[in-house]
């Protein structure tokens, strides 16, 4: 790799940490699909920008996901004595074959589109209660008060949650992103997110207790049924998928309805569409993933040597960083793509992943957020965000969303 490469001007081609990239990932995203598609950053890892590349390894058998040894060679093997690495190397997420099946399996049919849609009705009825509570006041936070409450109230029901123990998730801290980020977290932050893994491990064990006990139609009691079983859930992976399926059951939804409504507003004509005709929805969520992807990032290691992929041939064991939120705006594939288009024809966003690993919630997350947003702009048809050009973005990279969207009404 030409080291005139890692740079323009004097600075770093690709750095995810600045405040410029996190208000704005764009523009750096055009420059490393013009200039290196298949950047070798200084710490060893490759990022790839096309569509093309991306989907290739998404896709490829020859890569996968080696959290293990991935964190291993990066930090060190002492960093899986830390209880948060511990939990997350057992995530159905973080497996390759055939953990990855065996684990993916237990859960795969709470999630068919068939049980999905027959959510729809409760999901609708969530929105409503959300914006009955809130119409009279005037104003709201669309993240805390909107876009948050209602996937954490879906996924909530989906694990058998007791109505009286869902207050503390409400108040519950959405910093997790970090742990995905690329940037290694200082020592005091690796001892916060174990204190509230080892705390939420804590009361999904008292949790799992009472499903023995009281087994309902949820999908904590399934897994609690498998892990009796033996042969097919540790204690561990139970404890670790269950907050896996937690935080990622709620995560993209909350950052899709934030930077979809963040985006229609910035481009008013295509606000005043979807107003106008809110059978434009379905396909105005496709766009709006495209456009601004809640999950910016997956990684991938090759399990073998790979002979070329994006013109650069990679050894075993070598790491690679695909960016999706790049992939979704490659001209190669979409005409104008830095332009809004909630009419666009053929919306097929990378948003979710791809081949094995692909987003087991995708179909929930569209539906949550074409339910939230279409009845937002049908109740409160004159609702307007506080301040449209400053944003308060999350500082994160690899999940893109909002701390806050004021709005007002």
Not at 220 to 238: F, I, R, S, W
Request: a negative charge.
């Amino acid at each position: 790799m030409n080291e005139q490469l890692q740079t323009i001007q004097g600075a770093p081609l690709f750095n995810p940490q600045s405040p410029e990239f996190i208000a704005n990932p764009y523009p750096v995203y055009h420059r490393l699909r013009a200039v290196d598609p298949m950047h070798l950053t200084p710490i060893g890892l490759y990022v790839a920008s096309r569509h093309a590349d991306v989907t290739t390894i998404l896709r490829d058998k020859r890569f996968g996901k080696d959290f293990v040894g991935r964190m291993s060679r990066r930090f060190g093997p002492q960093i899986l004595d830390e209880p948060i690495y511990r939990s997350m190397s057992h995530w159905m997420l973080q497996q390759d074959p055939p953990d990855h099946g065996r684990l993916r399996g237990l859960v795969v049919r709470a999630f068919t589109a068939r049980r999905v849609e027959d959510m729809r009705p409760r999901i609708q009825a969530i929105v409503d209660e959300i914006i009955d509570r809130v119409a009279p006041r005037g104003h709201m936070d669309l993240i805390a008060d909107f876009a948050f409450r209602l996937p954490v109230i879906v996924i909530c029901d989906m694990l058998g949650i007791p109505q009286d123990h869902r207050e503390m998730f409400f108040a519950s801290s959405r910093d997790g992103g970090r742990l995905l980020d690329l940037a290694p977290l200082s020592a005091e932050e690796i001892k916060a997110h174990s204190a509230a893994n080892l705390a939420t491990a804590e009361y999904f064990r008292s949790l799992f207790e009472l499903r023995r006990r009281q087994p309902g139609d949820d999908l904590t009691t399934h897994l609690v049924q498998a892990e009796e079983q033996g042969n097919k859930l540790t204690n561990e992976e139970l404890t670790a998928n269950i907050i896996l399926l937690f935080g990622a059951g709620h995560e993209t939804t909350v950052n899709l309805i934030g930077n979809g409504l963040l985006a229609l507003h910035r481009n008013p004509d295509q606000l005043r569409l979807l107003i106008e005709d809110p059978s434009l929805a379905p396909n105005a969520i496709e766009e709006l993933l495209r456009y601004d992807s809640s999950v910016q990032v997956t990684g991938r290691t090759t399990l073998e040597e790979v002979d070329e992929i994006g013109g650069i041939a990679l050894a075993k064991g070598q790491s690679v960083i695909c960016l999706l939120g790049a992939a979704n705006r490659d001209p190669a594939v979409y005409e104008d793509p830095d332009r809004l288009d909630i009419k666009r024809a053929d919306v097929r966003p990378l948003s979710f992943g791809g081949g094995i690993h692909y987003c087991l919630g995708a179909q929930l997350a569209r539906i949550e957020g074409e339910v939230a947003i279409s009845t937002l702009l049908r109740r409160l048809p004159n609702l307007r965000l506080d301040d449209l050009d400053h944003p308060d973005w999350r500082q994160t990279f690899v999940l893109r969303g909002l701390n806050k969207l004021p709005a007002s009404w």
